[in-house]
């Protein structure tokens, strides 16, 4: 059985935390908007689309893509 190490410790102890908890109910956008003034899409899960995330262009188009486990964005349609 693999040892995690102090950093996946962290990691876990933190997603766990009423901290965290806070900061996903309460998240105002403002770091997705930055990435969006900055140029750079994002990305989020909507419920009407559960097979994929929604990517977000600066532009405002927007895409339902899946990921793969290597990382590579594949686009299933456009929205």
Do not use: C, N
């Not at 040892?3 to 996903?24: D, H, K, V």
């Amino acid at each position: 059985m693999p040892i995690a190490t102090q950093s996946q410790t962290q990691a876990e102890s933190y997603l766990a935390s009423p901290e965290f908890e806070r900061a996903i109910t309460s998240d105002d956008g403002q770091a997705a908007q930055q990435h969006l003034d900055a140029g750079r899409p994002i990305y989020y899960g909507d419920a009407r689309f559960p097979e994929g995330l929604v990517k977000k262009y600066p532009d405002g188009r927007k895409q339902l893509v899946s990921v793969s486990t290597d990382g590579k964005v594949f686009v299933i349609r456009d929205l």
